[in-house]
């Protein structure tokens, strides 16, 4: 086994309750504000049925020998009684002050959670990754950025080929709708956060992967990975979240919105991961006429007077263009 940075005796309970930054909050401190992020940070109730459902998917998909040590499906009903009932309730509350541990799921869910689960376990890339003798699930790693201490956590990493992998259970796992995760979610932040973290915890990660699984049947599954460049762009803002979180635990002030007026720029520069011609243009240092050839055929999105394109379509658009330029030239 390679020697690794990561320690694999952290709990994931443990882990969401240490003090140190991690990705989420980062992201939160750069798109809310301080004062927001702490009250979140005391308030958030990890045992929400969204919380334990994903939680449960990533213990049955990568370590289920764990789960039913971790987890529990309620009984339908106990002693003939149904969950409406005064019987029900009491001895359901027994069962869980005797297995503290547990976090516990309805039938449904759990059904759901199996389901998905067997789904992923199924996929020849996960199991050729799950078989690798040198992986590590749920390792955990410290690190210091801009004067502030940080913690991350892969789903899985592959220390022989740098290979990190993200469990994600979505609604749609198609490209299109990914992508709008990616977007409102941040996942590109956490690629970053991920893979420059890693690093900085003397760890050698080369890619970072989602592998995504629909939440309904028949429980699609899609790998994805975010383009470099669109990662690389990501590792100023993981900086600039860091000194801010720094400067917050050394002063004590966690700051609201800002009091001043502010003026908000209505002119879609980059409207969630969309370009006009004339932007795409500048962005790629391309004529318009030679931007609207690679274009033709790409699907718009018309805001106001202007027609807005995905700029990782259009990227792909340009690089396949230059390929087929080059194959006609031979």
């Not at 001895?91 to 309805?106: A, V």
Request: some cysteine; glycine content about 6%.
């Amino acid at each position: 086994r390679l020697r690794t940075m990561l320690q694999g005796d952290i709990s994931n309970s443990e882990y969401h309750s240490m003090p140190e930054l991690g990705r989420s909050t980062a992201f939160d401190l750069i798109n809310t504000c301080p004062k927001l992020v702490k009250h979140n940070r005391q308030t958030i109730q990890t045992d929400a049925p969204h919380f334990v459902i994903g939680g449960a998917f990533h213990t049955a998909t990568l370590e289920p020998h764990k789960l039913d040590s971790e987890y529990g499906c309620k009984p339908i009903e106990i002693d003939g009684q149904s969950p409406r009932t005064k019987h029900y309730k009491e001895s359901f509350e027994l069962l869980e002050k005797s297995e503290p541990q547990k976090r516990w799921l309805t039938p449904t869910d759990w059904d759901k959670v199996i389901e998905m689960s067997e789904e992923a376990k199924e996929h020849p890339f996960l199991q050729s990754y799950m078989s690798e003798p040198d992986k590590i699930i749920e390792g955990t790693g410290f690190f210091d950025l801009m004067g502030a201490r940080c913690k991350v956590r892969p789903d899985y990493y592959c220390p022989s080929d740098g290979t990190i992998i993200d469990l994600k259970s979505t609604t749609d796992a198609s490209p299109k709708d990914f992508k709008k995760s990616v977007y409102k979610y941040g996942y590109a932040f956490q690629a970053a956060w991920y893979l420059h973290g890693l690093r900085l915890c003397g760890e050698e990660p080369k890619r970072f992967l989602f592998f995504v699984v629909e939440k309904t049947p028949p429980y699609m599954t899609a790998i994805y990975e975010i383009a470099s460049y669109d990662v690389d762009r990501q590792i100023p803002m993981m900086e600039k979240a860091c000194a801010k979180w720094a400067k917050c635990v050394e002063t004590g002030v966690w700051e609201g919105y800002p009091d001043d007026i502010q003026i908000l720029d209505m002119s879609n520069k980059i409207a969630n991961g969309k370009m006009s011609i004339s932007k795409l243009a500048k962005h790629f240092r391309l004529s318009r006429n030679t931007i609207t050839k690679y274009i033709s055929g790409l699907e718009r999105q018309i805001v106001g007077r202007e027609s807005l394109y995905d700029l990782n379509e259009v990227t792909e658009a340009i690089k396949n263009g230059k390929k087929n330029k080059r194959k006609s030239k031979r």
